[in-house]
């Protein structure tokens, strides 16, 4: 066999196991229960796992208000305390203003290094939008707000689960709650667990607790 049609060969090789790929992650973006397939008590059932998520300060951190001052556990506590060194994310909600977050906290794909090392990701560093506020707030007042399109970016529940998955695809701040290097604490459960139980709620209509 020549070296032309080996090139040949190997290139066609190489763009199907590239479409496998795709094809993979179109599959895994698409809804995998339909609107009604899970009941009131189950979708409730999954909310409270997953407020147990969105509550833990690995994710409820950099969900702050309009000051824009990110909370900061430190490993081995459990009470939160005001960012140190009078870091905090401005108007532009990634320090631009004052200290960039990215001055500590690097645009990387690689593992998070054990604390007191900056946690990293694969996207930049940056609080989440002032609409989308977890700290402080109770169980019910962040279904709320995750649930109203106006609060959340827009999305539908199959919106809410593609948002995580594609997160997931930037190796972005939602999986890598799982994995902030050792010595830190982690939500419960797994990331795939996470994605499940928001499926699960959206099929159930996203009910939420009174």
């Known amino acids: 066999m020549n070296r032309s049609l080996i090139a040949v060969v190997l290139a066609a090789s190489s763009i199907a196991v590239l479409t496998g790929i795709v094809a993979a992650k179109d599959e895994t973006a698409r809804p995998a229960l339909p609107t009604g397939s899970v009941s009131r008590a189950e979708g409730l ?48 909600r990634i320090g ?8 500590c906290h690097m645009t990387s794909t690689q ?30 007042e962040i279904c709320a707000q995750m649930k109203d399109p106006k609060r959340n970016g827009g999305r539908d529940a199959a919106g809410l689960v593609d948002h995580l998955r594609h997160d997931a695809s930037l190796n972005g701040f ?3 709650g799982w994995a902030p290097g050792a010595g830190r604490s982690t939500p419960p459960g797994t990331f795939e667990d996470h994605v499940k139980d928001m499926a699960m709620w959206g099929a159930a209509g996203q009910p939420c607790p009174n």
Do not use: Y
Not at 65 to 86: F, L
Not at 96 to 103: G, L, N, R
Not at 111 to 137: S, T
């Open 45 to 92: 059932a999954a909310w409270k796992r997953i407020e147990a998520v969105v509550t833990h300060p690995r994710c409820a951190n950099c969900h702050v208000d309009a000051k824009a001052i990110p909370i900061w556990t430190p490993a081995g506590e459990t009470k939160p305390r005001v960012h140190g060194m009078n870091i905090h994310g401005g108007a532009s």
């Open 96 to 103: 631009t203003e004052a200290i960039p977050c990215s001055t």
């Open 111 to 140: 593992a998070n290094e054990p604390a007191p090392a900056p946690p990293r990701a694969g996207i930049d560093w940056q609080l989440a939008p002032v609409a989308f506020i977890w700290f402080g707030k109770s169980g019910a």
């Open 174 to 176: 939602i999986p890598r």
